[in-house]
């Protein structure tokens, strides 16, 4: 800038407003002055304002007065355009199909809601595209289409008649993504792809434009997710068919998550690309220690109760990775067993994980599914307990101890009215045999849960040989309410379980104290007591369990039917520098 303009604007503070667009663009980042003067360390008094795609956010994150996001279309503004388009039929049909489909989240994307419908128009839904991969095809191909029909070329071509341009086009989205960069120089394109409009115009969008005898300037594509699946194409295409493979691209995981999005189109564009692409994410794993998950399931070879390792999240995207790779395979049957190698036969449950892919290789000696959190409820019933009976009931045959577990978890789920307890658990799957092991019981608030629990899962395979494939060995958390004639049996069953790691209780009685004297190890277990009315006799006893706690985090107790000694007690009894809470009512 001039230096005059420069001197306006340091003298002006309060009249200026800088706008900066495009900060994911400017390569500088952080090391900048434009960086400086958005944390308010230059040009303080000015009003300042960026824009970024949402990969380079986090940076700026922390020093704004005000964040803003674009969304994208709201689900009304998502109808309101559908029916310029459809009519009511058509707008409730394609409403149901893209929701079916896990598609909701690109129909936000005014452009790309702009091709569902005008697909869905033409070929309803008979031939609306079912998976993402072929919808992509699909939108590819339109845009061939449209392209021709304005230059009035003769006849219509497949997209497999540009596979080669596509490729070249694909081989800078690569580039492109891998360096996480969206915008590039119109001189990328190969020579091939710059004499033919026909092919990139609708794909590709000039930004920065000058009369010329060709375009030159900045180009990007018109959709990140057209990037995606152009990139997948040239690998499918053009590196996997010249005899490379992945991890010429993509060596570790950082790298992988760049490509997230691209893997499921490489399983969707061909069977060679799905298992290129199990094989590489099995590499990845075994080469990353931190994406070992052989600590989250027990090992029962060794016999040995080692604690269970909770979920990392790191753990959890690899998991992701994967699955959502496997949901755009076409021969899901053959390639299962592929699947399940590239996460070690340990598959974690998500909100979408394929439960289907564990039936299909029930013939594979060992495999386990984990679930380290709680997952909400599916129809007010607990859904991943309510997934976890439908995999457990396929794999029950003639004589078969999975029974018990089925039955157990049948009852959880179908029997008792009470549709909010829920449970963390271990499912290892071994030589035709079930071992359920729960993790963290995340919700307990009826008796009739609480009693099937305390009846039927055991803390010690050896003390209850009929439950041995039922086990609370490797419990960390319990959270119970409102439960007090099952809290003796329930203390019972948790007497062995050394790993408990905390105990919350809340609206309960002086019965709580059959749960705390039974916990082994009280030394490693936080506590919180919540919303429980105490007697004299319960308000001594918690008195001389709670010093066996080091960290208490909450006490609220009502006192109204204790004696005066009975309080004195109690009081004197809570010293926690841990405590956040606390609560003494009447």
Known sequence: MTEGLVDYISNNQEKVLL?????????????????????????????????????KADELRGGEDLHAEITGFSEVDREEFMRRFLDSEGVSNLQDHLERRNLEELAKVPLLLLFFCTLWKRGQSKHFPKTKTSLYIAIVQFILDHNQSEQSLPGYH??????????????????????????????????SVRCDESVFIGLLQITDYTEALRPVGMVSFIHKSIQEFLAAWYITY?????????????????????????????????????LATFRHLKSVRMSDPLLDLSKTVPDEESETDAPLSDVTDRQRKFSDLVSNAFEEVELKGELSRACLDSLGSILLVSESFPDYLLVDTIDTNTWSLVSNES?????????????????????????????????????????????????????????????????HVTHLCCENHARLIADNVVSSHSEHQSSRHLSLKFLKTLKCSFIEISMKSLGTAIKNCNHLEHIEVSYSNSSLSHILKHVSNPRRCSLSISYCSLTSKGAVELASLLPKFERVIRLSLSLAKCSA??????????????????ELRK
């Open 19 to 55: 706008i900066f667009d495009g900060y994911d663009e400017y390569r500088i980042g952080r090391n900048s002055e434009i960086y400086e003067i958005f944390s308010g360390n230059s040009l303080r008094s000015c009003c300042v304002l960026i824009t970024t795609r949402i990969s």
């Open 158 to 191: 497949e997209v497999a008649s540009f596979k080669e341009i596509l490729c070249e086009i694909g081989k800078v989205a690569l580039q492109g993504l891998l360096k996480d960069d969206h915008l590039f120089e119109y001189s990328q394109l190969s020579d």
């Open 238 to 274: 053009r590196c996997l068919l010249e005899g490379g493979n992945l991890g010429e691209i993509a060596k570790k995981f950082e790298e992988c998550m760049a490509l997230e999005n691209v893997f499921p189109f490489l399983c969707g564009l061909s069977r060679n690309g799905a």
């Open 375 to 439: 997952h909400g409820y599916f129809g007010h019933r607990p859904s991943t307990i309510l997934r976890l009976y439908e995999i457990v009931k396929k794999l029950i045959t003639e004589g078969s101890e999975v029974l018990k577990v089925a039955e157990f978890l049948e009852k959880f789920v179908h029997v008792f009215d009470c549709r909010r307890c829920d449970f963390s658990f271990v499912l290892c799957f071994r030589n035709g045999q079930v071992h359920l092991y729960i993790t």
């Open 565 to 582: 000694e009975a309080v004195t007690r109690l009081v004197a009894s809570i010293k926690y520098n841990t405590l956040e809470d606390l």
